[in-house]
C-alpha cells in the first residue's frame, strides 16, 4: 500500500468533508470526490468507519496547524483564550468547526466512532491547549488548558447558534445587542 497514494486521498477527501459534511461521508460521494472507487479506498482502509476516522484525524492536524500559526509562542490564559476565540470564530476556520460539531452531535446521538474518534481528537486538542500556554505551575496549565477548552467548546456552540452576544457578554461583562 502507497503511504503516499493514501495520504494524497486523505486530503482530498478532508477537502470535500469540509465542503459538504460528514453527511455526504458515503463511500460513492467520497470515492467520487477522490477520483476513485469506492473498492479502491476499502483497499486503503480497513472499513468505512477506518476510513471516516482518518478523515477526521486529519481535519484536526490541519487543524491545529492552522491555530499554531495563529498563537505562536505560549501566551497566559485570557491571551490566548482570545487568540482562539477569534481564530476559530473566522470564516476560513468555520467550516472545521461544523465539521466538529457534527461529531459531537453524533457522539451525542450514541455514534460510538463519533464518540471514540471525537474523544481522541478533543484529548488532543486539550494536550495541544495546555502546551501553548504560559502557566505559573503544571497543575495550573493542566487546569486552565481544561478551562480553555471547555470555554471554546461552548463558544463554538452558541456562535454555531447565533448567540455570539453571550460570548462577547462573558468576556467583557457587557452584552452586546442581539442582531
Known amino acids: 500500500m502507497s503511504i503516499d497514494r493514501r495520504a494524497a486521498l486523505l486530503e482530498a477527501l478532508a477537502d470535500h468533508v469540509l465542503a459538504h459534511g460528514l453527511a455526504s461521508a458515503s463511500l460513492r460521494p467520497l470515492a467520487k470526490a ?8 476499502l483497499y486503503y482502509f480497513t472499513d468505512k468507519s477506518d476510513l471516516i476516522a482518518a478523515i477526521l484525524e486529519t481535519i484536526a ?15 497566559p ?6 487568540t482562539l476565540l477569534e481564530s476559530l470564530s473566522s470564516e476560513a476556520v468555520w467550516p472545521y468547526m461544523r465539521i466538529w460539531l457534527e461529531v459531537a452531535a453524533g457522539a451525542a446521538r450514541g455514534d ?19 502546551a501553548q500556554l504560559l502557566s505559573a505551575s503544571p497543575a495550573i496549565r493542566s487546569r486552565e488548558a481544561a478551562q480553555l477548552l471547555v470555554f471554546i467548546e461552548g463558544a463554538l456552540f452558541l456562535k454555531s447558534l447565533g448567540l455570539e452576544d453571550i460570548t462577547a457578554s462573558a468576556l467583557t461583562g457587557a452584552a452586546k445587542p442581539a442582531q
Open 34 to 41: 477522490a477520483g476513485t472507487s469506492d473498492r479502491m479506498l
Open 77 to 82: 490564559f485570557a491571551a490566548l483564550r482570545a
Open 112 to 130: 460510538p466512532l463519533l464518540t471514540e474518534v471525537g474523544a481522541r481528537i478533543g484529548r488532543g486538542f486539550l494536550a495541544w491547549g495546555k
Open 61 to 75: 492536524v490541519r487543524l491545529t496547524a492552522m491555530l499554531a500559526g495563529a498563537t505562536g509562542a505560549p501566551q
